[in-house]
């Protein structure tokens, strides 16, 4: 678990792992984590999309995580989670292949993007921190839904 | 006026009530008109003109005042029997109703403003018809506005005022009667500032009364409530008036007290069997003073207040057999998002409980087993809930059916034929949302049935038929379904006429053999019409296709059933409810999908040699002499690539709302089931081919499809065969 300085307004951020590489979001937007279960296909959908579940008589979107960033895209096993986030007034599930951790952290903490990264990355990341010796990568979830943008595609 | 929220509240059930009114006042008419009408009617009718009234003072809506004033004015001439109810005066009221109906609209913010001419011409003919030819009646004294306060629309003022004639004007006729009234006030009823004392008096001026007091119910001082009423009158009264004048006395307080109104003769014995009354010295003074001063206040004095507990009241009026007064159902007024979201839940709960079902039987529990015992209690009392929280929604289609009547005079009016309207099962109750939609279609149905369905009068006699032609119009629940029936006796369907129709507008081929079922259905087409000119009743443009449209996008079916000269029969069958829906549950491509069941013709196993193809791809199935595309649904959704080889899967032949055919098809058909309606778009997007979704027993999400979607979107890509949708 890591601690930042005292005075500045934390605030906490779930961290999760994609491949070899870690992300992280606002607490606040994710309303639960559950494991996988098999997503019924929906058709002609964007290929990050995997279908829909059934989250207590709602129905719920999942997407693929890694896939919509353009890094890995992966057969969902049992072991991998379903992060339920709530992205503008939607319930949206994010296929993530596990969660790590909590952090705590001040903006100040936060890096601008580094140049280097692809264009699909970049629009999704906010900033990056370093923590413990590892790389995180902060998301902007607003981007992810398939909304406007997919149905142009 | 700033607490501008509760006021908007109050307005808002205002309005909803307006609707009520409205509804009673048409009903109350069309009696009038028909010569069903008694004095309660009459009295019906003026009381819900007056209520409009009163409440649209209380809101300041000056123009729906002033025309219900007016309108008011000739029912109250009308309801004291000073002006004779006519023909004439019936059609005027008739009419002044519906512009009073358009202020009411027009003061709500739905609809155009009231024309003011329609309005002031209106205005104009109540007014003669209110002092034309009774130059005697003395202007009723107009009651002073109910103020804008909480209770913003009681209008209690204003009937002391409009009784007082009433004695007068009867007096002459009928013979003296003894009335026994027991009245027993609820604490509501003060609180809703109405005075006993005001009551009695206005009793008191339809003849002597002599008032009892029954205090018996008072508790000791130590233990008074000030505040719960807990007195009661009985109160002779003599009359010439009759039961219904007495009641009128109670009518804005019916609902806050128990009242028995009988013959004094009947309650003779029973004021002899009630000893229970201790103060009789009392009961006397009041009797006196009630009869000399017509103002029993002073009297009620020595009462601490006129409201006391109510703790023992049952006791005495146990003793009594006082029935209540009128049994009206009570009811509350509920948000409709409340009970939606209730129904959503429950919705879950069903899904939830055919889930546990199902792994429970997973599990391998014996089938003995408590748990087993238990889950069919769990589904019983879940089946239970839905079904109640449905009947909330559910609505008699009465508020439809009334419309009707006007209507067919209208339509008759215009065609010049004789019609009777004969309308059965107003009370079968349906889903609000269907109601509401059902007006347009069996209003164009009604309209129909009058002007292409039944003959001129002299036409009729000449076929040995009465000149009066019948329509009918049956509500009836059938199979968890509701079914109306509108049928007339008129000529039936000209099918060597329609048949010549569809053969010139191309809709079929000219050496298509058809059935007298299949010609008649040809009026469903799109654009099918048969006036012979387009007639201003009927031929706006839209046909039966319209109305068939709009009865598939509840659920619902149509058909039609015709005997030449004999008449027609046009059945409508709708769910009973919009949240779940009867599917067809397939499989295709290892997903599980739903089919509406309502899309479905029939389904048939395709043998290789029935399917064809038209210029080397785009597969055709023979079904009944007429070749329909074939969809594979795999292939449709983007499930697969290639489609299911020839000869294997089954295909459901699916009727669009267009009245378009296709064979859909699929790996196999698992059975019929009733699911609930679930949203994608709530949280995802609309997906081209499907409906919505559902959850099914296993807990997995499954996709109702759309067949009208899915059938256009083959249809596109046909015609462009080289397009390929990227996937």
Avoid at chain 1, 3 to 21: K, Y
Avoid at chain 1, 53 to 72: E, F, H, K, M, Q
Avoid at chain 2, 21 to 46: C, I, P, R
Avoid at chain 2, 443 to 459: C, V
């Amino acid at each position: 678990m890591s601690d930042t300085s005292a005075n500045a307004p934390a605030r906490e951020l779930i961290a999760f792992r994609i491949g070899d590489q870690e992300f992280c979001v606002d607490i606040m937007s994710v309303r639960e984590i559950r494991g996988w279960t098999p997503a019924t296909p929906l058709p002609r959908a964007p290929g990050f999309v995997k279908g829909v579940i059934n989250l207590r008589g709602a129905v719920l979107p999942i997407i693929d995580l890694g896939a919509r960033l353009g890094l890995t895209t992966s057969e969902p096993t049992a072991r991998h989670v379903i992060m339920v986030a709530s992205i503008g007034g939607r319930s949206v599930g994010l296929l993530v292949d596990a969660v790590s951790d909590i952090i705590q952290l001040t903006d100040e903490a936060v890096q601008a993007t580094p140049e280097v990264a692809s264009e699909q990355v970049r629009a999704f990341v906010k900033g990056i921190f370093a923590i413990e010796g590892r790389m995180v990568s902060l998301l902007e979830l607003e981007w992810l839904v398939p909304d406007t943008e997919a149905e142009a595609a | 006026m700033t607490a501008a929220d509760p006021f908007e509240a109050i307005k808002g059930v205002f309005f909803q009530e307006c609707e009520e009114l409205l509804g009673d006042l048409e009903s109350g008419l069309l009696a009038m008109e028909t010569g069903a009408a008694d004095d309660e009617t009459v009295n019906a009718v003026f009381r819900a003109v007056h209520s409009v009234k009163g409440g649209a003072g209380a809101f300041g809506l000056d123009d729906l005042v002033r025309f219900a004033h007016v309108f008011e004015t000739l029912l109250d001439e009308i309801r004291s029997g000073r002006k004779p109810c006519d023909d004439v005066t019936v059609k005027t009221l008739l009419r002044a109703a519906d512009v009073l109906a358009d202020h009411v609209a027009a003061a709500r913010g739905q609809g155009a403003p009231v024309d003011p001419a329609r309005s002031a011409g209106l205005v104009a003919e109540l007014e003669t018809l209110t002092h034309g030819d009774a130059p005697v009646a003395a202007p009723v004294v107009q009651a002073p506005e109910p103020e804008a306060d909480e209770f913003g629309f009681q209008p209690v003022v204003f009937d002391m005022a409009a009784f007082e004639p009433a004695p007068a004007a009867v007096e002459a006729e009928a013979e003296v009667g003894r009335w026994r009234v027991v009245f027993h006030p609820h604490s509501q009823m003060y609180a809703k500032a109405n005075e006993t004392g005001l009551l009695l008096r206005e009793l008191s001026r339809l003849g002597p009364v002599a008032v009892t007091l029954d205090q018996s119910a008072l508790p000791d001082l130590a233990e008074l409530e000030p505040e719960v009423s807990c007195l009661s009158w009985a109160i002779e009264v003599e009359t010439s008036a009759g039961e219904t004048a007495v009641r009128e006395v109670f009518d804005f307080v019916e609902a806050d007290c128990d009242l028995s109104v009988r013959p004094a003769q009947d309650a003779a014995t029973v004021t002899e069997a009630a000893p229970a009354e201790p103060e009789l010295d009392i009961a006397a003074l009041l009797a006196r003073a009630g009869v000399e001063a017509a103002a029993p206040e002073p009297v009620l004095a020595p009462a601490p207040v006129p409201a006391t507990p109510e703790l023992a009241a049952p006791a005495p009026f146990a003793a009594q057999p006082a029935a209540p007064a009128t049994p009206t159902p009570v009811t509350i007024r509920v948000d409709l998002e409340r009970v939606d979201r209730l129904i959503n839940v429950v919705g879950e709960l069903v899904i939830q409980q055919a889930m546990l079902a199902q792994r429970v039987s997973e599990s391998g529990l014996i089938r003995s087993s408590g748990v087993t015992a238990g889950l069919e209690d769990l589904e019983l009392l879940t089946r239970e809930i839905q079904d109640s929280v449905m009947a909330i929604r559910a609505q008699p289609v009465k508020s439809v059916f009334q419309r009707m009547p006007r209507l067919v005079r209208e339509v008759a009016d215009m065609t010049g034929k004789k019609v009777r309207l004969i309308t059965e099962g107003e009370a079968t109750e349906v889903d609000k949302t269907v109601v509401e939609r059902l007006a347009e279609p069996i209003t164009h149905m009604i309209r129909n049935a009058i002007d292409h369905g039944l003959e001129t009068p002299d036409d009729r006699l000449a076929v040995g038929k009465p000149a009066e032609g019948v329509v009918r119009m049956v509500a009836l629940h059938r199979s968890g379904r509701i079914v109306i029936e509108i049928s007339d006796d008129g000529r039936g369907i000209n099918r060597s006429r329609v048949r010549g129709i569809a053969e010139e507008r191309g809709l079929i081929a000219a050496d298509a053999a058809l059935t007298d079922d299949e010609v008649d259905n040809l009026i469903f087409l799109p654009g099918f019409s048969t006036a012979d000119a387009v007639s201003d009743i009927s031929g706006r443009g839209v046909g039966m296709d319209v109305v068939r449209r709009s009865i598939q996008s509840l659920g619902g079916r149509i058909s039609i059933s015709s005997t030449p000269g004999k008449g027609s029969i046009f059945t409508l069958s709708l769910p009973l409810t919009l949240a779940v829906l009867d599917g067809m549950v397939v499989t295709a491509a290892d997903q599980t999908l739903v089919t509406p069941l309502t899309a479905i013709v029939e389904s048939l196993t395709p043998r290789t040699e029935d399917v064809h193809h038209v210029g080397g791809h785009d597969p055709v199935i023979r079904f009944r002499e007429q070749f329909v595309p074939l969809i594979d649904i795999g292939v449709a959704m983007g499930f697969r690539d290639a489609p299911l080889t020839p000869g294997t899967g089954v295909a459901m032949v699916v009727e669009t709302e267009s009245g378009a055919r296709a064979a859909l098809l699929v790996d196999a058909i698992q059975g019929q089931r009733q699911v609930v309606i679930k949203s994608l778009e709530t949280n995802y997007r609309h997906v081209e081919g499907v409906a919505a979704a559902t959850i099914l027993g296993d807990g997995r999400v499954a996709l109702i499809l759309d067949v009208d979607g899915i059938i256009a979107n083959a249809r596109r890509k046909s015609a462009r065969p080289d397009f390929k949708l990227a996937s």
